[in-house]
Structure formats: structure tokens, C-alpha cells
């Protein structure tokens, strides 16, 4: 069969993705064999393939397709998130490009267009997830606002509200003006900005005394309804039953007294304002103080500011400073530093808002999802992020569930003509609760047509919270009988996703898991770190600096591109991303389709196999095993760029430069010898269990070449293959390579420093003392290598030849024309120099008397060992420089 001179990965790619799907590879069904189980995390409907979705996938299916390798029930869910506040401000602007307004429209008329919308767009990102070579069960593709996962939040929804863990209520709440919902503490982006700090001075009523406040928020001052002083402090004890003046509005309010105030801070006095910052709510309930809400929800001065009505919050904030300083009362102005919230969905400064919402309480229920991390039940991968999940979790909040949007699950509560509210699923089981607690009486006649359904949608996390149960049994929350998928799946086995969710899904589908399965969802969650560009920026569209990953794809090939992002993505570590990691990948293709070109172009020959060869390929199945032991436990520790950077020396360095040059045959007269059958056969095992350790990474070019390597079946695919076993190891051939390696080494530094041409032949004397380790069978892969006439063995030193040391061992080598003695002075001078230098850091070592009490005997042997090879390098190099 003519190969292709070079790989072309866009035919292969297309080619094998059709033909895995064709043959079910992906699909999943319980079965007698070990489940491996991911749920992949679900990309927003809204979205497109990025840098970090590269990643997150990317070990997903490294990790699905060696579990399959290795016989396991691989099954990988696939599926999409409805993100209820990006998909609505999508379709809102779409809309408004068509020149209508979401308020001139019903809800289902807006749904309408919500789901149009979702149906041609919402499953771009699950078809570039395929050209990445993603090998997820299709057929079970889930997304959250599907009828069966939506009716298990509702289910859910009634069930911890009749536990009494749901409840409705006015709390300040983090208000997003742009989006109009309020967003949950974790969807608030705290960013440095530069800020001014107004000092402002209130008048003492019915006196000629000011008392001076600090804020950085001035269009506030209008919703204050007290100042707040320490009890202790002396500046202000004197004010105690006074009433002081608020500027603009001219309203008489108290002088209160409270241990919350830092008097250090600023000036020791704090305007407050209920109704838009946090503290000043709770101040404002302990005092029992008005609130006003002056900023309405969409960021702009309400009626009940009395001014500047229906401005904006910013312009207003310029605009009363203007009127404060003509007033008088502006004291100074000092540019600060501050921290504020921005909403993470559309980037709008959260306003503090109190709003009736729904709340679950948090503290009881969270409590397994605290002690099964710490008790190491489920493994955060790297643990450095324990710390940050024990603060989170034991400083947790009640949850604000709700959200004024429609797209997303209804809240399932119901509201009578009166206001009395029930929850219940639909209209006629709202009706049946209302006559069943004797509500109805007082309702009026024809009030079931009345009843009306709560306006709010739920928070997204509430629907992708239940993802690992749902997605195999959405009944189950109802009928508490896990069906067979269900049983057979759950715990899923890892889940992959990133730090800055580890609250916001990760905790609370540990806390869905033990509430309804009352197990883990997961064991292992293994969290990526962030995609950087050179300069240490994240990747953003905003910022101009996130390649398109189809656009890598196509450059570099899906091989490629996977290779170079797992090159240098180390777990929880962030990820500097540099495209010259894709051609590294893509370089690393090339070689292995190289090799195997190489390999398929050899004659083979019915002849013996000569002990060159027989003693490279034991070389390399040692060499193979040794390694392989290496890989699985990276593997087992969740270091996959480690395990990648190994299998990826092992077939460049090991199999490509050392094994394929040792048993390559000769060329004579412009034409290849033939190879012997035994090791071109063994030659073939190998490449395929090389294929098969590179098929998790690089699952296209490895499923091409396995096919052409030799006849196969249309299921012999390596997809499907087994994973290699590890077999006994032969550490002394190992080693003894090792020697033959520096041999080689000094051999090609020699010619590059002589400028010796590498056809020109070279002869060798190895010399010879009684406790000689003799290379031997070695030495026809070496005199192959160097291009040697001959390795020889001497019992005398040879004069004016140059020498080297490996090891203990020293090696001549006799030059055509003299030697020039002074430069070999200088060279053998700095080696005597380094290695002198490394023998005192050594014996530094073992002079120190707790380093030798307490190390393992096996490393101070080897300790000393090093020192014993030092002292017998530096003689020997002693004895050639006072030769010269």
C-alpha cells in the first residue's frame, strides 16, 4: 500500500470520527463490566469553543478513552446548559436588531423566540467539541431545559420548600441593573478601580455643629436615614439624642450609636443607607430605621429619591457632587482605590438591592459536602484548593434562587387574588391546595381563574446542580427509585472542570448528591487551571487575545493541537498557552508518521536475527515496561501533561532516535539491506503499543497508522485496543544502554568539535583494568552508531589520542594528524574543574551529620557512591592531563 509521503490530518480526522460513530465506539450501556463514568461540564447553549473548553475537553477524553482502552464501561454524557441570563440577553438583542422590545412581547411569545433561537444555534459547541475528537456517548446529549430534566427542578423546588428549606422573603440582594435580576454572591466579580472619596458635612439640627462623613457613593446620600457613630468614641459622645440634617433632601434623621463602627476609619461616622449596602440593612433592622429605595432596577433614580428622578446612578453621582460642592458642604475629595462588584454575565456594577426573593437555606443541608471533601471521600485535584472550598463552605450564605428573567424553569408558586401564595406543579394542584387548607373561602367566585403563577425564573445552578443524577434518571427525584442507568452510573468516576466554579457547581452538586442519592456525585474532581496568553493575561474575545481553537485545528491539526495544550497544562496550574505548543504537536505528528513510513518501507528478509538487534529490541521492551510503570502512576495521580511529556519522550527520544537508528538497515551501493523477519516483526509490536499509549492524546493519527500497520478488521481499531500490561523489567540492560548512550555522546560531541565528517570512519579503544565493565554485545550497535571501523579493548593508555570518560570507564580515541595538546589541556582543565565542584557538593552532603543519621540507607549509598565515581573520575582525568 503506497503511504502518504506526509501526514494529512484534515482526511484522517473527518475519515475516523465518521467511522467511530458508525461503530457505536462511544455508546454506553450497563453492562458486567466496570462502569468509568464523566459528565462533561455543560457549556452555555450561548457559546462557542474557547481556549479553556479546549482543555477542560481535552482531558476529559484523554482520560474516557484510556479507561476504555483498558476494558472499562467508558461513558461520556455530553450535553448543554440553558444559561438562563446569557441566553436571554442574546435573544433580547437579537430581538432589538429586529426592531422589537421584550417588553412588547408575552412570555411565550418571547420563548418563542428564546427556543427558535436555541434550536439553530444552541448545538455549535457540541459539533466543534467533535473536531476536537471528543468520543462522548451522543446519544445520550442532555440539556438542562429538556422537559424531563426541567420537571426533576420543579420536582425538587417543591420538595425542599415543603421541607421547609425554601423560603420567600426581602433580603438585600446583589441586583445586576443591565441584566434586571438579582445574581448570586459567587456572580459577582470584585475588580480594583479608581474611585473618589467625597468627605461631606451634615448639619446638627437646631446647632451651628457639622458632623463630617466619608463616601465613595454621594447619589446614595439621598436613601439615608441615619448617621452612625462608636459609643466610645470622644469626638461624638457629646451628639448622643441629636438629629442631624441630610444635604439635598433637608431630612432630619438620628445620631445613632453602634460597636460596628471602625473609628479609625475615615472620619468614625457612617451615613446609612438601608436600602443599598448590606451593612447598612443590618444596621437599619437592629435600629429599626426607614428605607428608602432611591435607586430603581434599572440603575436609575427612583420617585423616592424626590431628585434627579430618572437619571442615571453614575450621572447623578457627578451631578450631586456639583450640588453639594455649591452648597457648601463638600469638605475635600480624595482619589482611592476601591473594590466593586460587577455582575460576571453582562458587566454591569451590582447595585445592593432589597428584593423580594426565594432562598434555600444552606447551612444543614451543605454539611455533607463539607465533610466528605475533608474527609478525602471525594479528592479535589490539586489539594491546594481544599483551603478555598473549607472557607466557602463553612462561611456559607442561603442561596437566592430566584431570578427576574423568563427563560428557564418557572418557580412553581402560585398566588391567590388576596396574595396568599401556595407551591405547587401546575394550576389544577394549586387550586386542590387552596380548598385543602380552607383558603379558597374568602377568595370570591371564579378566583381559580385568577390564581397566578410566580413571574421569576430559577438560577441556572439550580437545574445544573442535579447534572450527574439527571442526566441519567430526571424520575428519580419523584418516584426515590433510581432506574438502571442510575444505579449503574452514579457516583460518576471524575469530573474535570474549572477552580472558579468549584462554589458556584462543584459544591452544590455535592450537596444535590448526598441530598437525593445520599452518596457523591464524583471521587475525583480535577480542576484546570486558567488559559494565558505570554504576557500572563486570561484569554478573552474582549481583549484580542484568544486564538480560535477551530482556526488551530485547522492549522495544526486536532493531534496537534491537543498535544500542545496539554504540554504545558499542569493540574489547577494556569496554562501560559503559546502556539508554538501546537507545533510542537504537530512536529510530533510528523515524526511518528515518519517512523512508521521508515518502518513500512523495509524489506524484510527470512534470515536471522543478529545479535545487534536482538539486543536493542530487549533494550527497548525494557526500556517500555520501565516506563510504562511511570505512566500509569502519573496517570493514577491525575499528572497528565507528565504523563503526555513521558510517552512523548519515550517515542521521540527511546523509539525514534536510540531503537529505529540501532536496528535500521544498512544502505549499500544507494540501496536499503533487508531486515531480519524476527526483528521487523517485534519492531511492529512495538509501534503498536507506542500507538496505543499515544491514542488517549492523539487519537487520530494514532487510529490511521494502526489501520495501515496491517490488515485489520473494520472493529480491530485501536479506540478499542488494549491498554499495554506492564511485564517484568530488565533494569541491567536498561543501565548498560545508558552507558552505550554516553559512549555515542562523546563520539558525536568529538566529530562536531573536530569537524570530523560523520562518513568518516573512527576507530575506538576502550581501556582495560581489572574491574573492566565491558560494553561487549554492545558494541556493534555502537561501532553501527558512530560510524566506527572498530571498538576495541587496550590494556595500555594510548598517548595522543583524545579521551574521554564515561562513567569510570575511558575511552580512546586516535586522530588522523596530531592532536593539538593545548586545547585538549583546557578541556580536560574544565572537566577536572566541574567534576571537583561536584564531589565537594557531595561530601558537603555527607559531612552533615543530620543529612546521614537521617536518610534512607539506600540513598546515602548512592551518596557515595556518587562520591567514590567522582574521586575515580578526577584521577583518571588527573592521569590524562599529566600525560599530555
Known amino acids: 500500500m503506497e503511504i502518504p ?103 411565550e411569545e418571547f420563548l418563542k423566540h428564546a427556543w427558535e433561537w436555541k434550536n439553530k444555534y444552541g448545538g455549535i459547541i457540541l459539533k466543534q467539541l467533535e473536531k476536537l475528537g471528543a468520543s462522548c456517548d451522543w446519544d445520550r446529549t442532555k440539556f438542562t431545559m429538556d422537559e424531563t430534566l426541567s420537571q426533576a427542578v420543579i420536582d425538587v423546588f417543591i420538595d425542599l420548600y415543603n421541607k421547609g428549606q425554601i423560603y420567600r422573603g426581602v433580603r438585600m440582594v446583589n441586583w445586576d441593573p443591565q441584566g434586571l435580576t438579582a445574581v448570586s454572591d459567587e456572580e459577582v466579580i470584585h475588580k480594583e478601580v479608581n474611585s473618589k472619596l467625597f468627605f461631606v458635612k451634615y448639619k446638627i439640627e437646631g446647632t451651628e455643629e457639622w458632623i463630617t462623613i466619608a463616601t465613595t457613593r454621594p447619589e446614595t446620600i439621598l436613601g439615608d436615614t441615619a448617621v452612625c457613630v462608636h459609643p466610645d468614641d470622644e469626638r461624638y459622645k457629646h451628639l448622643k439624642g441629636k438629629r442631624c440634617i441630610i444635604p439635598i433632601v433637608n431630612r432630619s434623621v ?17 451615613k446609612v443607607t438601608p436600602a443599598h449596602d448590606i451593612n447598612d440593612y443590618n444596621l437599619g433592622l437592629k435600629h429599626k430605621l426607614e428605607v428608602i429605595d ?56 451590582i447595585e445592593p438591592k432589597l428584593s423580594m426573593q426565594w432562598f434555600l437555606r444552606m447551612d444543614k443541608i451543605s454539611e455533607p459536602a463539607l465533610q466528605n471533601v475533608l474527609n478525602e471521600n471525594i479528592k479535589l485535584i490539586p489539594d491546594k484548593f481544599l483551603n478555598t472550598y473549607k472557607h466557602w463552605m463553612e462561611n456559607v450564605h442561603d442561596w437566592c434562587i430566584s431570578r427576574q428573567l423568563w427563560w428557564g424553569q418557572r418557580i412553581p408558586a402560585w398566588y391567590a387574588p388576596n396574595g396568599d401564595c401556595v407551591v405547587a406543579k401546575t394550576r389544577e394542584d394549586a387550586v386542590a391546595a387552596f380548598m385543602r387548607d380552607n383558603k379558597a373561602i374568602s377568595f370570591g367566585e371564579g378566583w381559580e381563574r385568577q390564581l397566578n403563577q410566580d413571574e421569576d425564573v430559577l438560577d441556572t445552578w439550580f437545574s445544573s446542580w442535579l447534572w450527574p443524577i439527571t442526566v441519567f434518571d430526571a424520575d428519580v427525584i419523584r418516584t426515590k427509585k433510581p432506574n438502571k442507568d442510575l444505579q449503574y452510573y452514579y457516583p460518576t468516576n471524575d469530573l474535570v472542570t474549572a477552580p472558579e466554579i468549584l462554589f458556584f457547581w462543584v459544591a452544590r452538586m455535592i450537596i444535590a448528591g448526598y441530598a437525593y442519592m445520599d452518596n457523591k456525585p464524583f471521587t475525583n474532581v480535577y480542576l484546570t487551571g486558567i488559559v494565558r496568553d505570554k504576557q500572563g493575561r486570561k484569554m478573552s474575545k474582549s481583549l484580542g487575545n484568544s486564538p480560535d481553537p477551530i482556526d488551530l485545528i485547522e492549522k495544526y491539526g486536532a493531534d496537534g493541537v491537543r498535544v500542545g495544550m496539554l504540554l504545558c497544562s499542569p493540574a489547577g496550574n494556569d496554562l501560559p498557552f503559546d502556539e508554538a505548543y501546537c507545533e510542537q504537536g504537530r512536529n510530533f505528528s510528523n515524526k511518528i508518521w515518519n517512523a512508521f513510513r521508515l518502518v513500512n518501507m523495509w524489506e524484510v528478509a527470512a534470515e536471522k536475527q543478529t545479535e545487534a538487534n536482538k539486543t536493542a529490541a530487549n533494550w527497548f521492551d525494557a526500556r517500555f515496561n520501565e516506563q510504562l510503570e511511570i505512566i500509569n502512576d502519573l496517570y493514577s495521580k491525575y499528572r497528565i501533561s507528565e504523563a503526555l511529556m513521558t510517552t512523548y519522550k519515550l517515542v521521540w527520544d527511546d523509539f525514534c532516535a536510540w531503537y529505529l537508528e540501532m536496528i535500521k538497515p544498512e544502505f549499500v551501493d544507494g540501496k536499503s539491506l533487508p531486515i531480519d523477519k524476527q526483528t521487523y516483526d517485534t519492531t511492529i509490536i512495538f509501534f503498536e503499543k507506542i500507538l496505543k499509549l499515544l491514542h488517549p492524546f492523539m487519537p487520530f493519527i494514532t487510529e490511521e497508522i494502526w489501520s495501515l500497520i496491517k490488515q485489520r478488521t473494520e472493529k480491530d481499531c485501536i479506540i478499542v485496543a488494549d491498554w499495554p500490561l506492564v511485564q517484568k523489567t530488565d533494569s541491567v540492560i536498561i543501565s548498560r544502554v545508558e552507558l552505550l548512550k554516553e559512549v555515542v555522546a562523546n563520539i558525536r560531541n568529538l566529530r562536531q568539535q573536530k569537524n570530523i565528517s560523520p562518513k568518516e570512519k573512527l576507530e575506538i579503544f576502550q581501556f582495560e583494568t581489572e574491574n573492566i565493565n565491558k560494553i561487549c554485545d554492545l558494541d556493534p550497535i555502537i561501532i553501527k552508531l558512530c560510524n566506527l571501523s572498530g571498538y576495541k579493548y587496550t590494556a595500555k593508555k594510548i598517548d595522543g589520542a583524545y579521551s574521554f570518560l564515561v562513567k569510570t570507564i575511558e575511552c580512546f580515541v586516535p586522530l588522523q594528524g596530531a592532536l593539538n595538546i593545548d586545547d585538549e589541556k583546557i578541556r580536560i582543565g574544565k572537566e577536572i574543574e566541574y567534576n571537583k565542584g561536584f564531589l565537594q557538593s557531595v561530601q558537603k552532603k555527607l559531612a552533615n551529620e543530620k543529612f546521614v543519621q ?24 588527573e592521569e590524562q592531563l599529566s600525560a599530555l
Open 294 to 349: 432611591t435607586i430603581a432596577a434599572d440603575g436609575k433614580m427612583s420617585a423616592a429619591a424626590k431628585f434627579y428622578i430618572g437619571e442615571d446612578r453614575f450621572a447623578v453621582r457627578k451631578k450631586i457632587a456639583k450640588d453639594l460642592e455649591e452648597l457648601g458642604q463638600i469638605v475635600k475629595v480624595e482619589d482611592i482605590k476601591n473594590k466593586v462588584g460587577y455582575s460576571e454575565r453582562t458587566d454591569a456594577v
Open 5 to 107: 509521503k506526509t501526514y494529512d490530518p484534515k482526511s484522517v480526522e473527518d475519515k475516523w470520527y465518521s467511522h467511530w460513530l458508525k461503530n457505536k465506539f462511544f455508546s454506553s450501556q450497563p453492562d458486567e463490566r466496570d462502569p468509568y463514568t464523566i459528565v462533561i461540564p455543560p457549556p452555555n447553549v450561548t457559546g462557542v469553543l474557547h481556549m479553556g473548553h479546549m482543555l477542560n475537553n481535552t482531558i476529559q477524553d484523554v482520560l474516557i478513552r484510556k479507561a476504555r482502552m483498558q476494558g472499562k464501561n467508558a461513558c461520556w454524557v455530553p450535553g448543554t446548559d440553558h444559561a438562563s441570563i446569557a441566553t436571554e440577553a442574546k435573544v433580547v438583542a437579537l430581538l432589538k436588531e429586529k426592531g422589537i422590545k421584550k417588553t412588547d412581547l408575552s412570555r
Open 854 to 877: 537521617n536518610a534512607k540507607p539506600e540513598i546515602l549509598a548512592l551518596e557515595r557512591k556518587k562520591e567514590a565515581d567522582a574521586q575515580a573520575k578526577i584521577k583518571t582525568l
Open 254 to 270: 438620628p445620631i445613632i450609636f453602634d460597636d460596628y463602627i471602625d473609628m479609625e476609619f475615615g472620619t468614625g461616622a457612617l
